[in-house]
């Protein structure tokens, strides 16, 4: 089945750092990639979506300038967290799905996560 | 505006018994899809059963079944003979698939599921 794979899985940081964290499609190719962020105990809140090649749409709330995503190719999509804080702490989860003309029935494919911790 | 309702934060089910999760949506859109994701301690989002909107049939995979009522907006999972691996956060989820909508996944607050043994 579809891949994704999502690095680091753990990373800490010192607060007024930036942190970049990769999303790979690693056997298909997602024109479409979504950003999400998972409070503890919480559900996944949507942040982003990537679309390859254009710039990201943002949902309310959700500062663009501070979580930059870049949807270069088909395979990747990066978002880095600009001058963290430790309030940026979370569980940030990538998906990923195909080009949707071409797989009506495809679903969302989850990477394993991100765990920032900012000190 | 749509959104995902789970109203039940918490269940536990004794190992080999049967239980329900229960989901309701609201939309005004007629073509979407409906899913259910389990999220074990790993964190891991997995996709345990999905149902097409225009489909009358609940959809069914092994052990897991959905009673999908589209005028009700409601759309529970069952899961029979539980076993301890079935322990996990359930997320019921909407994504639109009318054309030109985003077709962004939105998720309800989940339920927890307890198996006990």
């Known amino acids: 089945g579809a891949v994704v794979s999502q690095h680091p899985s753990r990373v800490i940081c010192k607060s007024g750092t930036s942190v970049k964290i990769e999303c790979r499609s690693l056997?298909?190719?997602?024109?479409?990639m979504f950003w999400y962020r998972q409070f503890p105990k919480k559900s996944l809140m949507l942040m982003a979506t990537s679309n390859e090649g254009s710039k990201a749409t943002y949902e309310q709330g959700v500062e663009k300038d501070k979580f930059l995503i870049n949807h270069a190719s088909l395979t990747l999509s990066t978002l880095t967290v600009t001058s963290a804080h430790p309030e940026d702490s979370s569980f940030y989860i990538c998906?990923?799905?195909?080009?949707?003309?071409?797989?009506?029935?495809?679903?969302?494919?989850f990477g394993n996560g991100t765990r920032l911790t900012v000190t | 505006a749509q959104t995902v309702t789970q109203s039940q934060p918490e269940m536990s089910v004794q190992e080999a018994e049967t239980v329900t999760l229960s989901c309701t949506y609201d939309?005004?859109?007629?073509?979407?899809?409906l899913f259910w994701y389990k999220q074990p301690p790993s964190r891991q989002m997995i996709l345990v059963i999905r149902?097409?909107?225009?489909?009358?049939q609940n959809a069914t995979e092994n052990r897991f079944s959905v009673n999908f009522q589209k005028a009700a907006k409601s759309f529970s999972l069952k899961i029979s003979d539980s076993q301890l691996g079935d322990a996990a956060m359930y997320f019921c989820a909407y994504r639109s698939e009318e054309v030109g909508r985003d077709d962004k996944i939105i998720f309800g607050k989940g339920t927890r599921l307890h198996i006990l043994p």
């Open positions: 998906s990923a799905r195909a080009d949707r003309a071409s797989s009506y029935n495809s679903p969302l494919h």
């Open positions: 056997d298909f190719q997602a024109t479409t």
């Open positions: 939309t005004s859109e007629s073509d979407y899809y």
């Open positions: 149902q097409e909107a225009y489909k009358q």
